[in-house]
């Protein structure tokens, strides 16, 4: 029972830390930590929530999670009886189990597919140019930029972009999406469509999506700042942003210059605020490692 009770308390306060984390405003002076914490928080929260319910439904074989569904697999018989409400936990447990992690798969497999497909698509309607070497280019008027996540990962701009940027804009642009390809955002952002498409209805994982996309989107934009002007991507970004840039297929990674998150970027690239203080960064680090290692030991033990 103790074991049900501490996985629960570690559930609520996920779910309520990922509350208040929609709000905070330090996020955007260290994107990367505030990723790693997202993802820390959404680990621990799949893995208490259902941890919660098999650990009361296994508490009559008096062992932790684990060991308790092996016996329960087994067909062991239990120290204590059985009750309704152990049964009902059992059910709920598994299932919540099965839904995250087949949703998880699910959009996955999709996201695969869809690359897949789009990449068979690239090699017909698109073409090399000497002017943007190593990118493929779509023959279309309307303003586009993204990557094609994977081993085999390619940059696209369309005929559209090249000519809406100058030179060094386009740079940025192209700096801005092969960082999304080195730092595989793509697998960041996976988990929390999954979750969004578990529980479409919940306003805190619509706002968590939302925000690690943006986050992304920053660090992105850090990345890219190494290579290149930040005033020029920031005028990228006004320029995608005032063009009406062609919707990003699914399963990529766009340059996600949506009009209520543009100035928030740009902001941040001409005026960049102060770095985030050591004791906030490093806190957030060891928060979200002891998270990711507590939420198992949980699973593992029996109190």
């Known amino acids: 029972m ?19 984390f929609t709000t ?10 505030a990723i790693i914490l997202w993802q820390s928080l959404g680990v621990a929260w799949g893995l208490a929530t259902t941890g919660a319910m098999l650990a009361y439904a296994v508490q009559p074989y008096g062992a932790g999670v684990l060991a308790g569904l092996h016996a329960f697999a087994n067909g062991e018989t239990p120290r204590e009886p059985w009750d309704l409400m152990h049964v009902l936990a059992m059910i ?18 999709q996201a695969l597919r869809a690359r897949r ?24 008027p309307s303003a586009a930029a993204y990557c094609v996540p994977g081993l085999r990962s390619q940059v696209v701009v369309s005929e559209g972009t090249i000519r809406l ?8 642009v192209l700096a801005h999406e092969a960082a999304h390809v080195r730092e595989r955002h793509d697998l960041v952002l996976l988990p929390f469509a999954a ?7 919940s306003k805190v994982v619509r706002d968590a999506q939302d925000q690690v996309e943006l986050l992304v989107e920053m660090a992105a934009d850090d990345r890219a700042r190494r ?4 005033r020029r991507l920031a005028t990228a970004l006004l320029r995608f942003g005032t063009a009406g840039a062609m919707p990003t297929p699914h399963g990529m990674i766009g340059l996600h ?16 605020g102060p770095e985030l203080s050591r004791p906030i960064r490093y806190g957030s680090i060891a928060l979200s490692v002891t998270l990711l290692t507590a939420t198992p030991f949980l699973w593992v033990i029996q109190l």
């Open 227 to 230: 290579y290149c002007s930040p």
């Open 92 to 109: 709920a447990g598994l299932t919540a189990l099965t839904v995250l992690v087949v949703v998880l798969l699910t959009a996955g497999v």
């Open 165 to 172: 940027l100058s030179q060094d804009e386009l740079h940025a």
């Open 257 to 272: 210059a949506r009009a209520h998150t543009v100035m928030a970027r740009v902001d941040r690239l001409v005026k960049p």
């Open 2 to 20: 103790i074991t049900a009770a501490l996985l629960a308390a570690l559930a609520t306060a996920c779910a309520l830390g990922a509350w208040r």
């Open 195 to 201: 979750l969004r498409r578990a529980l479409p209805w």
């Open 24 to 33: 905070a405003r330090w996020t955007s002076r260290a994107p990367r930590v």
């Open 117 to 140: 497909r789009h990449r068979l698509l690239l090699a017909l309607i698109s073409h090399d140019d000497p002017g943007v070497p190593g990118v493929r280019v779509l023959d279309h």
